[in-house]
């Protein structure tokens, strides 16, 4: 496996080249050090951390400041995968300049390589001043989980004519203001492949089938380290949550019955 280090326009270099870009979230920098050393292209400090890090129960809630001290411990892990910093709500929703600042702040403190913005045709002004600021832009739509409330849940988007027509026209619009990647959340398989053959940037699907460019997963997710049940499109690679529990009621038991610490393990 190359070691040579990701970036924003190496990953559009990708698109069409048949390399699929595998892409995975991190939120602390033990994890981040594993996923890197794994090979993984992008690791995406998503904003996903609200509910799997903080336990909130959606992901409006998180603020930038702790999304800023999350990015700084996974960006001080990585030695090859692009880091891409997830925008909260809020942090550039209301003004192009709250963008650009607080894109910069993911930069400068976060020490990101790139920001993810969510939506469509309506944020591309934004997109395009984080641009003008030299900063790379991941792209979102279809179930973009700021917008819950306007969405009305975490349905699946794109299933009928006109919302497929919609995701189609700001897949096209982001491309053209100038995102590297573009992630496609929740939708149908066959409408992701028409918005990965029409735009010309890799497209980063979760939840919306194999045809696009690349896949992206939460990392609790795939090591069972989550709390009910988990979407669909998940696939498990592994029980974290067995092994942590399993970890902490020996060490309960130890300690309880005076069986730790022994002597080699004393000064
Ligand atoms: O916040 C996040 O983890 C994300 C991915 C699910 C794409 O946005």
Excluded: W
């Amino acid at each position: 496996m190359t070691r040579k280090q990701v970036t924003a326009p190496s990953v559009t270099a990708m698109k069409g080249t048949g390399d699929r870009i595998a892409v995975l979230t991190a939120y602390d920098y033990m994890t981040a050090r594993l996923l890197d050393e794994a090979g993984v292209d992008i690791i995406l400090v998503g904003d996903s951390a609200a509910m799997v890090v903080l336990g909130y129960e959606n992901t409006l809630p998180v603020s930038l400041e702790a999304m800023l001290v999350l990015t700084g411990a996974v960006t001080r892990a990585r030695t090859r995968a692009l880091v891409v910093g997830d925008m909260p709500f809020m942090s550039y929703q209301a003004s192009t300049s709250d963008a650009v600042r607080n894109a910069g702040r993911m930069v400068k403190e976060g020490g990101a390589s790139a920001v993810k913005l969510e939506g469509g045709r309506k944020v591309t002004p934004k997109i395009e001043a984080v641009l003008e600021a030299g900063i790379p832009v991941m792209g979102h739509i279809g179930l973009t989980p700021q917008s819950i409330h306007e969405l009305g849940g975490y349905r699946v988007q794109g299933k009928d004519e006109r919302t497929r027509e919609r995701l189609l026209e700001d897949a096209r619009a982001i491309a053209a203001a100038g995102c590297f990647s573009i992630v496609l959340e929740a939708m149908p398989a066959d409408l992701a492949r028409e918005i990965t053959e029409a735009v010309p940037v890799p497209t980063i699907g979760i939840g919306a089938g194999p045809h696009c460019d690349g896949q992206v997963l939460v990392i609790n997710d795939i090591i069972g380290m989550v709390e009910g049940r988990v979407p669909k499109f998940v696939r498990s690679y592994g029980d974290a949550r067995a092994v942590v529990s399993d970890a902490a009621r020996r060490f309960v038991e130890d300690v309880r019955a005076g069986r730790y610490p022994d002597e080699s393990e004393s000064y």
